[in-house]
């Protein structure tokens, strides 16, 4: 069945580090992409999403581009602030259906 | 604007006993979802409502678990003679009519302990 596996944290960076939380999928057929990220003591907010086959998306400085041949979509920052501590999730939604496939989340924690 | 609430945010129930969690999701959302998330662990789907259509609960892990969405709008999973494993926070979400791509809109989740 579809899956996705994202890298297992927690990810321990110094303010101004660059980031990547590496996210990979199995899915039939093309399915859209998404990370959520969860901050303490908050609910599930979408960060970026990305529907099609090279498509970027990107928000508050973060960036992940959906790569079909290497089936993945790396969640990226150049320069991550201790604001960003939280957990990251990656999640697929295939086109035939709609409910969210999510990864376990990888914990992200900005020292300063 | 609002978004999607639950209640309660946090519930303590005893083993056996039966529990009820609310969702009220964004105003005119036809599809609402309920995901189960475990300690450490992602979100895992239970089931999905079109207006008042249960179209999936293939999540479901037992019997003891039901949702509905009489109205089309407010929604309640219940489940009954709670088991220790039914320990985990259950989310709700809403998303509009547009398609497969549209965002699921989150609530704050519902803490369930079972003691």
């Known amino acids: 069945g579809d899956s996705v596996t994202q890298m297992e944290g927690p990810v321990t960076l110094s303010e101004e580090a660059f980031l990547t939380i590496n996210c990979t999928y199995t899915?039939?057929?093309?399915?859209?992409l998404f990370w959520y990220v969860q901050y303490p003591g908050e609910g599930l907010q979408l960060l970026l999403k990305?529907?099609?086959?090279?498509d970027k998306g990107s928000n508050k400085g973060f960036e992940a581009t959906y790569r079909k041949e290497t089936t993945s979509f790396h969640l990226e920052k150049g320069s991550v602030q201790v604001s960003d501590s939280a957990v990251y999730f990656c999640?697929?939604?295939?086109?035939?259906?709609?409910?969210?496939?999510f990864g376990k989340g990888t914990t992200l924690s900005v020292s300063s | 604007g609002a978004g999607v609430s639950q209640s309660p945010r946090y519930k303590v129930a005893k083993r056996g006993q039966d529990v009820a969690l609310r969702c009220d999701p964004i105003?005119?959302?036809?599809?609402l979802f309920w995901y189960q998330q475990a300690l450490g662990q992602g979100p895992e789907f239970l089931t999905y409502?079109?207006?008042?259509?249960?179209?999936?609960k293939s999540g479901l892990p037992s019997d003891r678990f039901f949702a509905e969405r009489p109205e089309g709008s407010v929604s309640t999973l219940k489940i009954q003679r709670t088991q220790q494993e039914d320990s985990a926070v259950y989310l709700c979400?809403?998303?509009?009519?547009?398609?497969?791509?549209?965002?699921?809109?989150f609530g704050p989740g519902t803490r369930l302990l079972v003691l």
């Open positions: 979400a809403s998303k509009g009519s547009g398609g497969v791509q549209e965002t699921q809109y």
């Open positions: 899915a039939t057929g093309y399915p859209s």
């Open positions: 990305a529907t099609k086959a090279d």
């Open positions: 999640a697929l939604s295939r086109q035939a259906g709609t409910a969210l496939i």
């Open positions: 105003s005119g959302h036809v599809s």
């Open positions: 409502f079109q207006n008042e259509a249960q179209l999936d």
